[in-house]
């Protein structure tokens, strides 16, 4: 039974740093490019960072480059984001979505960024 489980989320104040991880298990990992989405509350699921199966190619939406960075370790079936000077607007449950011939969808994570 495929799996995908999301941690590291909280609560940090603007500026802060947060690193969310997803273990995946029950698939092939390695053979399937991984992405991270994000959802706020009244707003619509958004992509935020994606990567390709080897790691080899990396993507991010306009509002979160220079400070995120999405990593896969294949070893370790796991993917991650770090997440670095974080802003009010990064609040959202952040969902690991991994995708080949099917898409497998994790629970999420809530991050939130207050003071």
């Known amino acids: 039974q495929a799996q995908l489980v999301e941690s590291g989320g909280g609560l940090v104040q603007p500026g802060g740093s947060l690193r969310l991880s997803c273990a995946a298990s029950?698939?092939?990992?390695?053979?399937?490019?991984m992405n991270w989405y994000r959802q706020a509350p009244g707003k619509e699921r958004e992509l935020v960072a994606a990567i390709t199966s080897t790691g080899g190619i990396t993507n991010y939406a306009d509002s979160v480059k220079g400070r995120f960075t999405i990593s896969r370790d294949n070893s370790k079936n796991t993917v991650y984001l770090q997440m670095n000077s974080l802003k009010p607007e990064d609040t959202a449950a952040y969902y690991c979505?991994?995708?080949?011939?099917?898409?497998?969808w994790g629970q999420g994570t809530q991050v939130t960024v207050s003071s």
């Open positions: 979505n991994a995708v080949w011939y099917t898409k497998y």
């Open positions: 029950g698939f092939t990992f390695s053979r399937y490019a």
